[in-house]
């Protein structure tokens, strides 16, 4: 006898008579694969979220580049690795899609945090070029849900708050779709779309780079700022270089993420060239290279004086605006609050 908890036993009960011939949701019979794209944060353990290890520890498989799986290989000893260098990020994130569509728990490690600069836009791409169905992990949809009045909920579409059954999303008449008598033909899960391939998905936040190297440098990014990489491997040069002349002509605070590596090595002096047209030689600059681990180093130095030979591609820079102060040995941005409460 199967058990309350089988998803076909569900489904029967429910559906209509038209659709009690032994028939089970196209869905069912077929394990469902998870894949969790986790931001690590920056580097030490005692910086990733409760949450990411959480969701490692009940993987499968974990995919990702091998610095960052060499950051976390205590907590991962038991697992399959799915681990590749520099330039393979398709690879990888390829491997961890089919994992899940395997029926397997995946996780795909980025250092810091997934979403920025990292995997998780990857993730989504590939997926719908490949057009795999993705719902929200049942845990994550279920937190939701607990925090939202049950009034609210009513008022929500189903593909929204929903992500139990995601054949129903995939039509506005959810119940043609569920409780359709398919005699002698295909539902439209099975016409050969790649569509049928579903998988549940959970992005995990984690402490961005920049996050990290404010909070060592201080307070930098306490007003509004712009991040921007100097990687020109994705974008063109001359995007970048408008982007950077824009953020430094609007008195941002400037994040600058891939500042420098062995190939790329003019591009930080440009940019803070470009910089200098709108700033003083004496606004303050914070370099951190490899925030919270062991070779962690942190200099406080001005745009004239920067070194541009003290910088790499686990280095992050944050660029002061025209308010930025350096005090004693660390940066602020200051808010606004003397202005307004005469402080």
Not at 25 to 33: A, I, L, V
Not at 81 to 107: F, P, Y
Not at 125 to 133: M, Y
Not at 242 to 247: C, G, H, P
Request: hydrophobic share 40%; aromatic share 4%; glycine share 6%.
């Amino acid at each position: 006898m199967r058990s309350s908890s089988d998803p076909c036993s569900r489904q029967r009960e429910t559906d209509s008579p038209q659709n009690q011939k032994g028939k089970c949701n196209p869905c069912c019979g077929k394990k469902k694969g998870r894949l969790f794209v986790i931001g690590t944060g920056p580097g030490s353990l005692d910086y990733i979220s409760k949450r990411a290890i959480d969701l490692l520890k009940i993987s499968d498989s974990v995919a990702g580049y091998t610095t960052y799986i060499d950051l976390i290989k205590e907590i991962i000893e038991d697992k399959k690795i799915i681990s590749t260098g520099m330039m393979k990020e398709v690879d990888r994130v390829e491997s961890a899609i089919d994992e899940a569509l395997n029926g397997n728990v995946c996780s795909l490690v980025s250092g810091g945090d997934a979403g920025i600069y990292a995997m998780a836009g990857l993730v989504f791409e590939l997926c719908e070029k490949r057009g795999v169905n993705l719902v929200r992990h049942s845990s994550a949809s279920a937190a939701i849900k607990d925090k939202i009045p049950a009034a609210i909920i009513d008022k929500v579409p189903a593909p929204i708050i929903d992500t139990v059954e995601p054949v129903a999303n995939l039509n506005s008449d959810s119940e043609s779709v569920n409780n359709a008598d398919f005699e002698g033909g295909e539902t439209p899960l099975q016409k050969g779309d790649h569509l049928a391939d579903s998988i549940e998905i959970e992005v995990v936040p984690g402490i961005p780079a920049l996050a990290a190297g404010a909070s060592l440098i201080g307070a930098p990014l306490t007003h509004d700022f712009a991040v921007i990489s100097l990687s020109d491997l994705l974008t063109p040069w001359e995007k970048i270089e408008k982007r950077i002349e824009s953020a430094a002509a609007s008195d941002f605070v400037i994040a600058i993420y891939n500042p420098r590596s062995k190939k790329r090595d003019w591009q930080l002096a440009k940019a803070r060239e470009l910089i200098l047209k709108h700033r003083a030689p004496e606004t303050p600059v914070g370099i951190v290279t490899s925030a919270m681990r062991e070779n962690q180093k942190v200099i406080i130095t001005t745009l004239k004086e920067m070194d541009c030979t003290e910088v790499g591609m686990q280095t992050i820079l944050l660029v002061g605006n025209d308010s930025s102060v350096q005090f004693l040995d660390f940066i602020y941005t200051p808010r606004g609050y003397s202005k307004k409460y005469n402080l």
